[in-house]
Structures are given as structure tokens and as C-alpha cells.
């Protein structure tokens, strides 16, 4: 047991060193590779939770390292890569490229909150981080994938578009939004029912939209742009399922 104890830390380590592997690419101005390294910090991610369920290898310790790992790989890394990519591309005033920075504290913020609030082991309250980095970093490699297509002119000549798309992001960090964890389910009655049309809107919504965008993304440019839309896709409608869930379930908790 002395050495398989270590085996989810040793996991989420793994993540924080392709959070810092992205930002170094993301710095050399390699914002796919950059995304690549972030979609290997999530799945490094899931695994280390699932590594300490099946080999009950809990400890307080993994829990702030994991937060650690996922404010670099998460927080700085989809950030960062906004960063570079607006500083590019960007023809308004340079002061707003510096606004995709603004999601590193919010994204600290909200991870603190995680750890310290014990009512959140069967859902979430606020967009997960990972989440917002899927949402921000896809965005990010859209616009250098992207870069003669009609998407990129609205991402990169809109003065408005960045700074909307990291408020969003932001807002709904540091919100107590209930957010669907597809991982548990609660034991509270009133919580399953949401976490249950939480999750049907979810699963029906989700893989459409992200196969649609797949499909036409491929078509056109290839595997690694599809799969930029197809991550784009997949969490901007995580985030509306959950909105238009607790729309619904704010109604209903008035009505009665």
C-alpha cells in the first residue's frame, strides 16, 4: 500500500506538469499544441479522482495538489493562451487583450471555495474550473486554427467579444449557480431531480451540438480544428443546459 498510495498524487502531478508544458508552448506562440497539453491535464484530471476512489488512496494532501495542479493547468494555461492569441490578433486597444488574465484569479477564487465548502461532493456551485478552461481555451485554438474564417474576424475585430466571452466565464466561476456533476449522484431527493434534468438536457444537448460541430469543422479543416469546435461546443452547452436547468428549477421550487 506504501507506494500505491502515491499513485493519484503522482497523477495529478502529471497534470500540473502538461498545464506548464501548455504554457510554454502557448508562450512560443503554438496555441493547438498549447490545447493539446490542456486536454491532457483533463484527462489526467478524472483519472486521479478515480485512482483515489479505486484504491481509496484519499488524503488531505491530494486534494489541495489536485487545486494546485488545476489552477496552473486550468487557470493560467486557457488564460494565458487568450492572452497570446488576442495580443496577435487583437485590432482594438491592447488593454483588452490583458482581460482573458482576469479569469486566473476568478479561477483561484472558485477552487478555494471547492475546497473549503463540504456541499459540493455531489454537484457543483459555479462553473467548474476546468470547465471555463474547456470554454476559454477552445475559443482560443478556434482562433488560430481558424484564422481566415468568418469565426475568426467576429473573435478577433469584435471589441466586445473576448471581454464577453471571460466575463461570462468569470461570472459564472465565482457564481452559486448549481452546476450537473456527471461523476455523483446526491442522495437528497431534491437534488436528484435536478441533478437527473440537469442531466437529460445534458446528455441530449451536448453530443448533438458537439457532433455537429465536428462534422462541419472536419470537413473543412481537418482533425485538430474539429476537435477545438467540438470541445467549444461541448462546454458552451454544458453551461446552457445548466443555465436553462436552474431556470426551470427555480420556477418550480416559486410555483409550489
Not at 493562451?81 to 479561477?107: H, R, S
Request: positive net charge.
Amino acid at each position: 500500500m506504501g507506494l500505491i498510495r502515491h499513485i493519484p498524487n503522482t497523477i495529478t502531478l502529471l497534470n500540473l506538469v502538461s498545464g506548464v508544458f501548455g504554457i510554454i508552448y502557448a508562450a512560443k506562440g503554438e496555441i493547438a499544441c498549447a490545447f493539446a497539453f490542456m486536454l491532457a491535464a483533463a484527462i489526467f484530471d478524472m483519472l486521479d479522482g478515480a485512482a483515489a476512489r479505486g484504491l481509496k488512496a484519499y488524503s488531505a494532501i491530494g486534494k489541495e495538489l489536485d487545486s494546485l495542479a488545476d489552477l496552473v493547468s486550468f487557470g493560467v494555461l486557457p488564460s494565458f493562451m487568450l492572452f497570446i492569441k488576442m495580443q496577435e490578433t487583437f485590432m482594438g486597444p491592447l488593454f483588452v487583450t490583458y482581460i482573458p488574465l482576469l479569469a486566473v484569479p476568478c479561477a483561484a477564487l472558485r477552487l478555494a471555495r471547492f475546497n473549503t465548502d463540504e456541499k459540493q461532493s455531489h454537484g457543483f456551485k459555479g462553473l467548474p474550473v476546468p470547465a471555463a478552461a474547456m470554454f476559454i481555451g477552445s475559443i482560443a485554438t478556434i482562433m488560430e486554427l481558424f484564422e481566415l474564417g468568418w469565426i475568426h474576424n467576429i473573435m478577433a475585430g469584435s471589441f466586445l467579444a473576448m471581454p464577453i466571452v471571460v466575463y461570462i466565464a468569470c461570472r459564472l466561476m465565482l457564481s452559486r449557480l448549481p452546476m450537473v456533476s456527471l461523476k455523483s449522484f446526491s442522495k437528497n431527493s431534491d437534488d436528484r431531480l435536478s441533478c437527473s434534468r440537469g442531466r437529460l438536457i445534458t446528455v441530449f444537448t451536448i453530443p448533438i451540438a458537439a457532433g455537429l460541430a465536428v462534422l462541419l469543422a472536419f470537413l473543412d479543416n481537418g482533425f485538430m480544428p474539429a476537435l477545438a469546435a467540438g470541445t467549444c461546443a461541448m462546454f458552451t452547452m454544458y453551461i446552457m443546459a445548466n443555465t436553462i436547468n436552474c431556470i426551470f428549477g427555480f420556477k418550480a421550487r416559486k410555483a409550489e
